[in-house]
């Protein structure tokens, strides 16, 4: 048996193989716990792995990567029109092969740790703003319903909502006040976690040479030029800047 590429369909807790070799017969094919999933593999000679771009593929290309195998990440809505007949996990292993196989095929690049890290806060930080919007969103639906109108803006919400909390000549009554102190500290929280991220990003900006270039580029603050960085760990994978962008 010699596997010349070998695609899996990853998932949380289980794992479909499909090995072929160099004239696309298929020679292994098998079914993984996850616990099983890193020793097998290991055990394998060296090969292409090729797997779609979800959660965890990261993690699992560089785990096959330190057994010496050589790893691509592809797109699965390349896969899609390979898949055959009814979609399952073996139906979907095989097509990952197949859509590989392609000479004009487009693989992502893979994360190393460092660039996963800063992937992480980004992704964090934007839950994080869109759950301030909906707060402050809120806050203005609910306070309008007892004719306070609040200024609009992150800062000015907060200050006016103070007021409004404050004031005895409006309609709050004392269930309504507490409800709307309750949700002033809950947008005082939320904003001393999106401070807190916007420092380590800050940090990591400072830390980071690849950053500190892009910087240079007029326009580009901080949270691109990480940004960029998390998303493109190797600029060389893409033929020119418009592939890169798209």
Request: contains cysteine; positive net charge.
């Amino acid at each position: 048996m010699t596997i010349s590429m070998l695609g899996i369909d990853i998932a949380k807790n289980t794992f479909q193989l499909h090995g072929a070799d160099n004239s696309g017969k298929a020679v292994h094919k098998k079914r993984l716990a996850r616990r099983e999933l890193a020793a097998h593999v290991a055990n394998l000679p060296a090969c292409t792995i090729v797997m779609e771009v979800c959660g965890g593929a990261n993690y699992w290309a560089r785990i096959f990567q330190g057994s010496g195998h050589t790893v691509k990440l592809i797109s699965p809505q390349f896969v899609k029109p390979f898949v055959k007949t009814n979609k399952n996990d073996a139906n979907d292993a095989l097509a990952i092969v197949e859509a590989a196989s392609r000479p004009s095929m487009n693989f992502v690049p893979i994360k190393q740790v460092e660039k996963q890290d800063i992937q992480s806060i980004h992704r964090i930080r934007t839950r994080t703003v869109k759950n301030r919007t909906a707060l402050i969103n809120e806050i203005r639906g609910l306070s309008l319903e007892y004719g306070v109108v609040l200024i609009p803006g992150a800062a000015r919400v907060k200050s006016s909502l103070c007021v409004a909390i404050a004031d005895g000549d409006n309609e709050l009554t004392p269930s309504s006040r507490e409800s709307f102190q309750s949700l002033y500290e809950e947008l005082v929280d939320v904003e001393a976690r999106l401070k807190n991220l916007n420092t380590k990003i800050r940090q990591l900006c400072r830390q980071h040479e690849s950053c500190q270039r892009i910087l240079k580029i007029p326009g580009v603050g901080e949270l691109t030029a990480t940004a960029i960085v998390a998303a493109v760990p190797d600029p060389g994978e893409f033929r020119n800047g418009r592939h890169m962008s798209a």
